[in-house]
């Protein structure tokens, strides 16, 4: 599942080339909102909050939709060949001289503007949105209200914090040096918070993530998808196993000699 810097910078550039224009041709290919036609509204804007996307326009309306697994929106030239295949297209905004085509969007749903909380408003602080010390507190007060819940299982929470996701919760816990199953109460919960949302903000606006502060291949992440490869800080070879269960079961990465504590 895309990270919160992905989503905010695909809202970003929806923004950069929606905003402000007039749709001249507004599709939902959805069971339930094939019947919409947007053609002929306004585009406020986008937003994003969290992992979820609001294209919101004139009349009171607004565009949900949220990347899952394989989701994305793509931004092409009237004409352009699209990347991805015609059938996995669930929604086709167009304005002069732009077409925005969301793939694969399985959550998308039209509802009043003011009703956006409806979907997010369980959502802890959005790490990537507007931020203040009552935020960080709120975000602090969230973490540490299970303190013996396993930090990465935490992380993941958005009604923690919204935004983070596998790759981030990997690198917060290795750049705190505690495995991600090590418990809240054993690390700094401001700091834990200070972290995520400083790697956040250090990818939002650019494709590539990094959390190293190199670019290159392979040197981008400290332990993220680096198993059975050397940690770039010791050299032990990093490790994976799985964290949480059923189908909220995600792939834990860490450094045995870097990251004391818990093991699964």
Not at 247 to 258: F, I, K, Q
Request: proline residues 6%; positive net charge; contains cysteine.
């Amino acid at each position: 599942m895309p990270e919160g810097d992905t989503v905010f910078l695909a809202g970003r550039r929806l923004d950069e080339a929606l905003a402000g224009r007039t749709l001249l041709r507004g599709e939902l290919r959805h069971p339930r909102w094939a019947t919409a036609d947007l053609s002929g509204r306004d585009v406020l804007g986008v937003r994003s909050v969290g992992k979820h996307l609001f294209t919101r326009f004139s009349g009171d309306l607004s565009l949900h939709s949220h990347f899952r697994m394989d989701g994305a929106w793509h931004l092409y030239r009237p004409g352009e060949r699209w990347q991805r295949p015609g059938h996995q297209v669930r929604a086709l905004l167009e304005v002069p001289e732009r077409v925005a085509v969301g793939f694969a969007l399985h959550d998308l749903e039209l509802l009043p503007t003011d009703q956006e909380s409806r979907l997010v408003g369980h959502l802890g602080p959005d790490l990537l949105g507007g931020w203040d010390d009552e935020r960080a507190a709120e975000a602090v007060a969230r973490l540490v209200a299970d303190p013996d819940r396993e930090l990465g299982l935490a992380l993941l929470d958005q009604r923690v914090v919204a935004g983070v996701g596998n790759l981030y919760k990997a690198e917060v816990c290795f750049l705190l040096g505690v495995s991600p199953w090590s418990p809240v109460s054993a690390v700094d919960p401001a700091e834990v918070v200070r972290l995520a949302r400083k790697l956040l903000l250090a990818n939002a606006w650019r494709p590539e993530q990094s959390t190293t502060g190199l670019l290159g291949r392979g040197r981008q992440h400290w332990v993220f998808e680096r198993a059975g490869k050397p940690c770039l800080r010791c050299g032990t070879r990093v490790r994976v196993g799985g964290q949480g269960a059923g189908v909220l079961e995600r792939p834990a990465y860490w450094c045995p000699r870097c990251q004391p504590g818990p093991i699964a």
